[in-house]
């Protein structure tokens, strides 16, 4: 399975600003996902991050919120815009394809 | 987004104890996966399954692909302290849709 890093681990913010979030893979991937972990909850899926083209949000999320780069074949951020404290969570990327999926440490974000 | 329904919601077992587990769907999948999650970790891929009526053993863990594609079970036998945390299903459509549906999670506890 891959290795995954996320940056940074923690961050504690003030509402209004944005983060972004890192996630860099030890191997070259084509599909990589961003999944949202609200306090005590499940894992949602934000988008779907493949290079070379725009990001695939899910209901309920949209790129202005959480715009999404993807330069190459093993890094990609996601940011979240003009945080509220409702967007403390936990942000992970995930990779890998059909029938198997590795997540990376997660991202514990704090708006206050 | 959907999620699926999983059950139970928590155990607090004894170590040496066997553990039961399951989660059910209103859509087929096509793939069953499911994870463990420690505090302030990311999820890790503990067993796949790809058929229908599949039963596949990772160790003390032993999983089922439900014969409907709509469930999946999970057992871990023989409970030990560090099988603690939370357990989460996730289903996968097809090739070309490979995003996870998460399940709600179980949270495990060993009494001691």
């Known amino acids: 399975s891959a290795v995954i890093s996320q940056k940074p681990s923690r961050d504690i913010c003030q509402r209004g600003t944005s983060l972004t979030i890192q996630c860099q893979v030890d191997?070259?991937?084509?599909?990589m996902f961003w999944y949202r972990q609200q306090p005590g909850q499940s894992l949602t899926l934000i988008a779907t991050a493949n290079q070379g083209s725009e990001a695939t949000y899910e209901s309920g999320f949209v790129i202005d919120k959480f715009p999404i780069s993807r330069p190459n074949l093993t890094f990609s951020t996601l940011t979240v815009s003009n945080m509220s404290p409702e967007d403390s969570s936990i942000y992970l990327c995930s990779v890998g394809g059909y029938n198997e999926q590795f997540f990376g440490p997660g991202t514990r974000l704090t708006v206050l | 987004g959907q999620q699926l329904n999983q059950s139970p919601q928590s155990m607090f077992i004894q170590e040496g104890e066997d553990v039961s587990m399951n989660c059910t769907s209103s859509s087929i999948f096509n793939t069953w996966l499911w994870y463990k999650q420690d505090p302030g970790e990311g999820p890790v891929l503990l067993i796949a399954l790809y058929k229908a009526g599949e039963l596949t053993s990772n160790g003390r863990l032993t999983a089922q692909f439900g014969i409907t594609r709509k469930d999946s079970f999970l057992n871990i036998s023989a409970s030990i302290p560090s099988d603690v945390g939370i357990y989460f299903c996730a289903g996968q459509f097809s090739i070309g849709n490979e995003k996870l549906t998460f399940g709600t999670g179980t949270r495990l506890t060993i009494i001691p």
């Open positions: 191997s070259q991937v084509t599909m």
